[in-house]
């Protein structure tokens, strides 16, 4: 079921934990074919900046083992940029 697919991507780290939708991280994707963690890949999340505040939206247990997606953090930049609250 599309639940349950959902809920293994986010327990694999593929899947944001605040929108749902594909994060795009490499490492993650790495672990998920079985790849060591120092095979060296390198991934879109390691060369921006997420602001603190999506952070502290992360559900206590996605932090540290689920990436935010791009979207949410572009999001997150102009909501910063603008002085609006993050959606």
């Known amino acids: 079921s599309d639940a349950l697919s959902l809920a293994l991507d986010l327990s ?3 899947r944001c934990p605040l929108c749902g939708g594909a994060n795009q991280c490499a490492v993650q994707a790495a ?3 079985g790849q060591s ?3 060296g890949t390198l991934c879109w999340c390691m060369t921006v900046q997420v602001p603190p505040a999506l952070r502290e939206r992360l559900p206590t247990e996605a932090r540290g083992c689920s990436c935010i997606c791009p979207d949410c ?3 997150a930049h102009r909501a910063a940029a603008c002085g609006t609250a993050t959606p």
Do not use: I
């Open 73 to 75: 953090v572009a999001a």
């Open 12 to 14: 694999e780290g593929l």
């Open 37 to 39: 963690e120092d095979a």
């Open 31 to 33: 672990r998920a074919e």
